[in-house]
């Protein structure tokens, strides 16, 4: 549904957008160039080799406060885009099918004379829970599912470095994409990331007491067979001494952790998602799909033997086993019907720059070309974030935390006019606004977890994040 005030509605007439939800469709015609619910119009996009251009992605980001995109991965793509051509946003327990029946829509009208590699896509995510409450702090502006098309597209790899821009008509197309080249050569061509703004207040959402008893909750659960798993989360308020810089701040997480996922989702109303996660929840090209298990941590070592023996933990720990285990099995049980062919690896460890997490990759040769919406929403969520089964943890989750999960754990990624994509889990993750962030971090409960020790696994996860404030 859609809910604007006066200022609101000024905004939507400079970008439109697309609303749908399982009861009403509005729709918004703008000169700037968003298709509405049921039309049938043509986009059009035209794109550019940007050859040997040195181009800043964090000052594309930063240049003003129209909405903006950031997406890398592990492998090397990079993509920054700006405006929206087209926003579409769902709610309700049907958001992901609504999500792709709008775009295919959309797509199915655009014309696109450029290289695969540069072609255009819609980027965004999704709620937790299809019981999101947009209102809810720290997430206003931020619906149950909303994905954009945008106006300008940079993508770098290893093809290269690739402009696009989309609009309504050929000329118009051609006009933005000649604007934006002259744009990017007079952006700086190196980006600083330095230092955090610093902090000078925090406020968690959860006091030690709070968590012990949110834990001990649920192995109550667990010792009475409701439960086998839930995953439990906290949130940090963090007050800052100078607006956060929120592209230099995702420089510094790539210099850190160059081998997460980073993505960055800014609306207008002010407020970014943005994140450096390790986690990919699927990734789609034709009919092969990846995906992987990732559940069990430990800190890095002080010396290269205690790390190993953090690894060596890792491996021989039954709770950290058991927890593994059921992630694995459940992505297994979930692309098994959808697949004629599924890979399990053997399990390895991950270690980034102040953890260690058990992984094993999962790989799949579909039964047929399927879009990788449904396969986001066959895996969300995953006992990695949520639990087992999926609807008591649920509960248990909304029961004990004291907090709004909103985008927090749930899909963030893109998809194509094929239905190809790749998804990454919104977590190590914050929603920053002016002077102030709030970070979000969980840890999975089992039958033999203490509270004290998932406290302290909690508060290294946010570090992550935390430590490129300061």
């Not at 794109?47 to 903006?68: M, N, Q, Y």
């Not at 050569?185 to 990331?193: E, L």
């Not at 789609?284 to 953090?310: F, I, M, N, Q, Y």
């Amino acid at each position: 549904m859609e809910r604007t005030s006066g200022e609101g509605r000024n905004r939507e007439s400079e970008r439109g957008r697309v609303t749908a939800d399982t009861d009403t469709e509005t729709d918004t015609r703008t000169e700037g160039g968003t298709e509405s619910a049921g039309d049938t119009r043509e986009l059009v996009a035209r794109s550019r080799d940007l050859e040997d251009e040195d181009v800043s992605f964090g000052a594309i980001v930063d240049t003003d406060a129209e909405t903006r995109i950031q997406w890398a991965t592990p492998a090397g793509l990079e993509v920054v885009g700006r405006g929206a051509v087209a926003e579409i946003t769902a709610t309700g327990p049907d958001r992901f099918d609504t999500v792709r029946r709008r775009a295919d829509r959309l797509f199915a009208t655009l014309e696109h004379d450029g290289p695969a590699v540069a072609r255009p896509r819609a980027f965004g995510g999704f709620a937790f829970h299809d019981e999101h409450d947009p209102d809810a702090a720290p997430w206003t502006g931020f619906d149950a599912a909303s994905f954009v098309i945008p106006a300008v597209l940079v993508v770098r790899s290893d093809e290269g470095t690739w402009l696009t821009a989309v609009a309504e008509t050929a000329d118009a197309a051609e006009d933005r994409l000649e604007r934006w080249t002259d744009r990017l050569a007079d952006m700086p061509a190196m980006r600083p990331s330095g230092s955090g703004p610093g902090i000078t207040d925090t406020r968690r959402s959860t006091s030690p007491a709070e968590w012990t008893h949110q834990v001990e909750t649920a192995l109550e659960r667990i010792a009475d067979g409701r439960l086998t798993k839930v995953v439990l989360a906290q949130a940090l308020s963090v007050e800052l001494a100078a607006e956060l810089d929120v592209a230099a701040a995702l420089e510094r997480l790539r210099r850190r952790y160059p081998n997460c996922y980073r993505f960055l989702v800014g609306h207008e109303v002010g407020r970014t998602f943005f994140g450096a996660p390790p986690e990919r929840l699927v990734a789609k090209t034709g009919t092969r799909v990846e995906t992987e298990a990732l559940a069990g941590s430990v800190p890095r070592g002080e010396t290269p033997e205690e790390d190993d023996e953090h690894a060596e933990h890792l491996f021989a720990s039954d709770k950290v086993g058991r927890e593994h285990g059921l992630v694995a099995e459940s992505i297994r049980e979930q692309l098994e019907p959808l697949a004629r062919e599924l890979t399990i690896a053997e399990r390895e460890v991950r270690k980034l720059a102040t953890i260690q997490h058990l992984r094993t990759p999962i790989e799949a040769e579909l039964d047929a070309d399927r879009h990788v919406l449904e396969l986001a929403e066959a895996l969300h969520p995953t006992p990695a974030v949520g639990g087992v089964p999926p609807a008591t943890a649920w509960e248990t989750i909304r029961e004990t935390e004291s907090f709004a999960r909103g985008w927090y754990a749930a899909p963030v990624g893109w998809f194509d006019a094929h239905g190809d994509g790749e998804f990454a889990v919104g977590i190590r993750s914050g929603v920053a606004r002016e002077a102030e962030i709030t970070l979000f971090a969980g840890n999975g409960i089992v039958a033999d977890s203490d509270p004290d020790d998932e406290w302290e696994e909690v508060q290294l996860k946010l570090r992550s994040i935390l430590d490129e404030l300061r």
